[in-house]
């Protein structure tokens, strides 16, 4: 068990130390880091031709109580 996990250890290292893995894992971080902000470059350079937003109405909140018990808790 030594030896496979001593010749584990070292071919792992010694493919993390080449230059492709480091060049191709710089790649996806920053292809990564790109997917992730494209909505917010999206919204920077937005031209404006989006529908407008709804506005939010402050009104009443109503409760239909459709049970036949009453309680002290609900009389104001």
Do not use: H
Request: no cysteine; proline share 3%; charged share 20%.
């Amino acid at each position: 068990m030594k030896k496979f996990k001593f010749l584990f250890i070292q071919g792992i290292e010694k493919r993390v130390k080449t230059k492709a893995f480091v060049i191709s894992n710089i790649i996806m971080a920053i292809v990564l880091i790109a997917v992730s902000l494209i909505p917010t470059f999206v919204s920077m350079f937005d031209s404006g031709n989006a529908l407008p937003e709804e506005k939010i109405v402050a009104g009443d909140i109503y409760y239909i109580d459709q049970t036949t018990q009453t309680s002290d808790v609900f009389t104001i």
